[in-house]
């Protein structure tokens, strides 16, 4: 064995000597030999064997007494990220916890980390927890990223930075969550060092020189506190430090000082016995020192929510300098400093305490998901990270966080981007691969969203697929604003129709100067508000049209007589009839089909009179149509539009295709189009990724029910996922 390697595994032999099982260090060795193998080769970047790294990782873990799962797992940690190990392999060797530990911790490792706002960070940290399961595999992750801290002088500047960053902003606050105050302070000064070199420096010097100083001033309280404690006759021991250079660093900024000014840097521990003499001695204290108002803390009675239980109360020393003081059990002190980790040191000395009942893990078992069922032996192993049971987080293709409901399908994620995105959804890919509308989405999964202005937005299976509110909410809306543009189609072609009957025509009504005066007629804001109420039959057209028609009568009288100005017609083009499309009131005017949706021959249609170019025909569910339609300066610029049965007639229109590459695919799209007798106009394929293709088509079709044929038929070719019909890039 290398004598790097054997140096490292001597430091953890030593330390698992005395909690762990004689059987268990032989598994351990185990694992020590299969990941050395697995690494061979591997160097750190420090040159040293890969292989020191997961040992140093199980000894981090080692110190805080965790059991020899989590070592072994410490050990493997890397294998299936690193080497070829796969998960099976660990099942057999070493089992299926220990798998599942490696499996998790590589999961970790794999999400991809970039710095965002305090939101996004918090959904970050929510996701490791939530992705974790097994609480354990945080603690190996949060270890694995102690030992990369405290090796990271080997790194790049850049790499230094960026994982600084994350440690600071996603590993500390996790750590600190867990109780984990010892490697969080760490984690933390660790980062700053890398953050802000010339502050760290600065700061840490500064201690230095004034080291004599503060040690005077440590020893001198340290010892005035032990015998004021024994004289009472208080059993317990007092420590003496100096806070940890972070949180001096952020005093120094929150409180806008320089280091000279921050007094606050002396920090005591007393520990002692029991709960009572915690009391017993902060009346020492208070006696030997003057406390400061409002300084003094109860965490004993109401411990903060990560479990952290102690005395806290700062007084001012002789010479002026505050000071603060924690007292607390050695009990409490365990979990001050491991957190979530003592739970299985304190489980070593007390096999036969029922964990259930102790108060102290009260807050651990908040963490468990119908804890009450499971048994204090089977809580032990598998504590399990179920705070976010209710939730998933997963990623855009951007790398944001996206917090869903459990049990959320991408159609949940399409909406919480954007009712848009939701109502334009063609596909969605997770994870790379193109997955059905309902899969259940999970942590982690990197979820991207395929959408086509020409979809036809959502379907009403959607509303039972979805599981947030929100989605469902933005669904039902966009099935009413459609209804509501049926509506206004159908009650615009009946009050035209009954307009024409009394002999008016639209743009009369339309005028500027009349429209206004009209709709308060009628009592509506807008002509489409009475569209809608008449296609919604809330109101007869022939109701509209009698009310409008005295009302324009009175106008009319009125008006000056040489002002009634006639609207200019569209350029009549000869021939409208070879267009085959019947424009209403129109007879003999330039069509043209409109390139966003390639209405073909039986498509429900409408017309639009575009300036100067006569008629552009669109299908009624064509979303530009749709979209204009709310337009208020574009009013009466629609007209009814209808095919000509006598005029039958070819046109062009467009296809999307979502197919996975094979050989020849192209050559079997093209033989359904040519066996369909159907002509194939234009063809360009777009790559995207995992081997997908979109492909867009123009094939000229005569009627609707031709077209349907072709989507059918192109469906059934191995490879194609998906056939939309698109607005034709050319035509
Ligand atoms: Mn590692």
Same mark, same amino acid.
């Given at each position: 064995? =290398?004598k790097q390697?054997?140096?490292?595994?001597?430091?953890?032999?030593?330390r698992?000597?005395?909690?762990i @099982?004689?059987?268990?260090?032989e598994?351990?060795h185990e694992?020590?030999?299969f990941a050395?193998e697995a690494?061979?080769g591997?160097?750190?970047?420090?040159?040293s064997?890969?292989?020191t790294?997961p040992?140093?990782?199980?000894?981090?873990l080692?110190?805080?007494?965790?059991d020899?799962e989590?070592?072994?797992a410490?050990l493997l940690?890397?294998?299936?990220?690193?080497?070829g190990? !796969?998960?099976?392999e660990?099942?057999k060797?070493? %089992?299926i916890?220990?798998a599942?530990?490696?499996e998790g911790?590589t999961?970790l490792t794999?999400?991809?980390?970039?710095?965002?706002?305090?939101?996004?960070?918090?959904?970050?940290?929510?996701m490791?927890?939530?992705?974790?399961?097994d609480?354990r595999?945080?603690?190996?992750?949060?270890?694995?990223?102690?030992?990369?801290?405290?090796?990271?002088?080997?790194?790049?500047e850049?790499?230094?930075?960026?994982?600084?960053?994350?440690?600071?902003?996603?590993y500390?606050p996790?750590a600190?969550r867990l109780?984990m105050?010892?490697?969080?302070w +760490?984690?933390e000064?660790?980062?700053l060092?890398?953050?802000?070199?010339?502050?760290?420096? +600065?700061?840490? =010097?500064?201690?230095?020189r004034n080291k004599?100083v503060?040690g005077?001033i440590l020893d001198?309280v340290?010892?005035a506190?032990e015998?004021?404690?024994?004289?009472?006759?208080?059993h317990?021991?007092?420590?003496?430090?100096?806070k940890h250079?972070?949180?001096i660093?952020?005093k120094?900024f929150e409180?806008?000082?320089?280091f000279g000014?921050v007094?606050?840097?002396?920090?005591?521990?007393?520990?002692?016995?029991? $709960?009572q003499?915690c009391?017993?001695?902060l009346?020492?204290?208070h006696?030997?020192?003057?406390p400061?108002l409002?300084?003094?803390k =109860?965490y004993i /009675?109401?411990?903060?929510p990560?479990?952290?239980?102690s005395l806290h109360?700062?007084?001012v020393g002789?010479e002026?300098?505050p000071?603060?003081?924690?007292i607390?059990?050695?009990?409490?002190?365990?979990m001050?400093?491991?957190?979530?980790?003592?739970h299985?040191?304190?489980?070593?000395?007390?096999?036969?305490?029922k964990l259930?009942t102790?108060?102290?893990? +009260?807050?651990?078992r908040?963490?468990?998901?119908?804890?009450q069922?499971?048994d204090?032996e089977?809580?032990?192993?598998?504590?399990k990270?179920?705070?976010?049971?209710?939730?998933?987080?997963?990623?855009?293709?951007?790398g944001? $966080?996206?917090?869903?409901p459990?049990?959320?399908?991408?159609?949940?994620?399409?909406y919480?981007?954007?009712s848009?995105?939701g109502?334009?959804?063609?596909?969605?890919?997770?994870?790379g691969h193109?997955?059905?509308?309902s899969?259940?989405?999970?942590?982690g999964d990197?979820v991207?969203?395929?959408?086509?202005?020409?979809?036809?937005?959502?379907s009403?299976?959607w509303m039972?697929i /979805?599981?947030?509110n929100?989605?469902?909410?933005k669904?039902?809306q966009?099935?009413?604003?459609?209804r509501?543009?049926?509506?206004?189609?159908?009650?615009?072609?009946?009050f035209e129709?009954?307009?024409?009957r009394n002999g008016?025509s639209?743009?009369e009504i !339309?005028? +500027?100067?009349?429209?206004?005066?009209i709709?308060?007629?009628?009592?509506?804001?807008?002509?489409d508000?009475?569209?809608? /109420?008449?296609?919604?039959?809330?109101?007869?057209s022939?109701k509209?049209?009698?009310r409008?028609?005295?009302e324009?009568?009175?106008?009319?009288?009125?008006?000056?007589?040489t002002g009634?100005k006639?609207?200019a017609d569209?350029p009549?083009a @000869?021939?409208?009839?070879t267009?085959g499309i019947?424009v209403e009131?129109?007879?003999?005017?330039?069509?043209?089909?409109?390139?966003c949706?390639?209405?073909?021959?039986?498509?429900?249609?409408? %017309?639009?009179?575009?300036k100067?170019?006569?008629?552009?025909?669109h299908?009624?569910?064509?979303p530009n149509?749709?979209?204009?339609w709310?337009? =208020?300066?574009d009013?009466g610029r629609w007209v %009814?539009?209808?095919?000509r049965?006598?005029?039958?007639?070819?046109?062009s229109?467009g296809?999307?295709?979502y197919?996975?590459d094979?050989d020849s695919?192209?050559?079997d799209?093209?033989?359904?189009?040519s066996?369909l007798?159907?002509r194939l106009?234009?063809?360009?394929?777009h790559?995207?990724?995992?081997?997908r293709?979109?492909i867009t088509?123009?094939?000229?079709?005569?009627?609707?029910q031709?077209?349907?044929?072709v989507? /059918?038929?192109?469906?059934?070719?191995?490879?194609?996922l998906?056939?939309?019909?698109?607005g034709?890039r !050319?035509?």
């Amino acid at each position: 064995m =290398d004598k790097q390697v054997q140096e490292c595994w001597t430091a953890l032999e030593e330390r698992v000597q005395g909690y762990i @099982a004689a059987a268990d260090r032989e598994r351990l060795h185990e694992a020590l030999l299969f990941a050395e193998e697995a690494h061979r080769g591997q160097k750190r970047r420090d040159g040293s064997p890969f292989v020191t790294h997961p040992i140093a990782v199980a000894e981090i873990l080692a110190e805080m007494c965790m059991d020899a799962e989590t070592l072994i797992a410490a050990l493997l940690h890397d294998c299936i990220e690193d080497t070829g190990v !796969t998960h099976e392999e660990i099942v057999k060797r070493f %089992g299926i916890t220990v798998a599942e530990l490696v499996e998790g911790v590589t999961k970790l490792t794999r999400v991809q980390y970039t710095s965002k706002e305090e939101e996004q960070m918090e959904n970050l940290r929510k996701m490791f927890l939530a992705m974790a399961k097994d609480i354990r595999v945080i603690i190996i992750k949060i270890a694995d990223r102690l030992h990369n801290m405290r090796t990271m002088n080997h790194q790049r500047e850049e790499k230094q930075r960026m994982k600084s960053l994350e440690t600071m902003e996603i590993y500390a606050p996790i750590a600190h969550r867990l109780g984990m105050q010892k490697i969080k302070w +760490e984690l933390e000064d660790r980062s700053l060092e890398y953050l802000d070199p010339y502050g760290y420096k +600065e700061l840490s =010097d500064s201690l230095e020189r004034n080291k004599a100083v503060h040690g005077e001033i440590l020893d001198r309280v340290r010892t005035a506190l032990e015998n004021g404690m024994r004289e009472a006759g208080i059993h317990g021991e007092v420590f003496s430090r100096l806070k940890h250079i972070y949180s001096i660093y952020r005093k120094v900024f929150e409180q806008h000082k320089t280091f000279g000014e921050v007094y606050d840097i002396y920090a005591f521990r007393v520990i002692v016995d029991s $709960v009572q003499d915690c009391y017993n001695a902060l009346g020492v204290i208070h006696d030997l020192y003057k406390p400061v108002l409002g300084r003094l803390k =109860d965490y004993i /009675a109401v411990p903060k929510p990560n479990g952290y239980q102690s005395l806290h109360t700062t007084v001012v020393g002789r010479e002026g300098i505050p000071f603060e003081v924690q007292i607390r059990t050695q009990e409490m002190h365990q979990m001050a400093e491991y957190g979530v980790a003592a739970h299985w040191k304190y489980k070593q000395g007390m096999a036969d305490v029922k964990l259930g009942t102790e108060k102290n893990f +009260e807050w651990v078992r908040r963490l468990l998901e119908n804890q009450q069922d499971t048994d204090p032996e089977e809580f032990v192993r598998t504590l399990k990270v179920d705070m976010f049971a209710d939730e998933v987080f997963v990623f855009t293709p951007k790398g944001d $966080v996206i917090n869903l409901p459990a049990h959320s399908t991408p159609i949940d994620f399409a909406y919480s981007i954007h009712s848009e995105v939701g109502n334009t959804m063609t596909a969605a890919r997770v994870n790379g691969h193109i997955v059905p509308f309902s899969s259940e989405l999970k942590n982690g999964d990197v979820v991207e969203v395929l959408s086509s202005k020409a979809a036809h937005g959502p379907s009403r299976d959607w509303m039972k697929i /979805a599981r947030s509110n929100e989605a469902r909410t933005k669904i039902r809306q966009w099935f009413k604003r459609e209804r509501r543009e049926e509506n206004i189609i159908h009650g615009r072609a009946s009050f035209e129709a009954e307009l024409r009957r009394n002999g008016i025509s639209l743009s009369e009504i !339309t005028a +500027e100067d009349v429209l206004p005066a009209i709709l308060k007629k009628v009592s509506f804001n807008t002509l489409d508000d009475m569209y809608a /109420a008449i296609g919604y039959g809330g109101l007869t057209s022939q109701k509209a049209v009698n009310r409008i028609k005295d009302e324009l009568m009175r106008i009319n009288k009125l008006r000056p007589q040489t002002g009634k100005k006639k609207p200019a017609d569209p350029p009549k083009a @000869a021939g409208g009839s070879t267009t085959g499309i019947v424009v209403e009131g129109l007879d003999n005017c330039l069509v043209k089909f409109a390139r966003c949706c390639t209405p073909v021959p039986g498509d429900a249609i409408i %017309g639009f009179i575009t300036k100067g170019y006569g008629v552009s025909v669109h299908r009624t569910d064509c979303p530009n149509a749709t979209a204009a339609w709310k337009k =208020d300066h574009d009013k009466g610029r629609w007209v %009814g539009v209808s095919w000509r049965m006598d005029a039958p007639m070819t046109l062009s229109t467009g296809l999307e295709l979502y197919v996975s590459d094979r050989d020849s695919l192209v050559m079997d799209i093209t033989t359904v189009l040519s066996t369909l007798k159907t002509r194939l106009t234009a063809l360009a394929t777009h790559k995207l990724p995992e081997g997908r293709y979109s492909i867009t088509l123009s094939v000229e079709v005569d009627s609707l029910q031709k077209l349907n044929q072709v989507l /059918a038929r192109l469906q059934q070719v191995p490879g194609v996922l998906r056939v939309n019909r698109v607005g034709a890039r !050319t035509a």
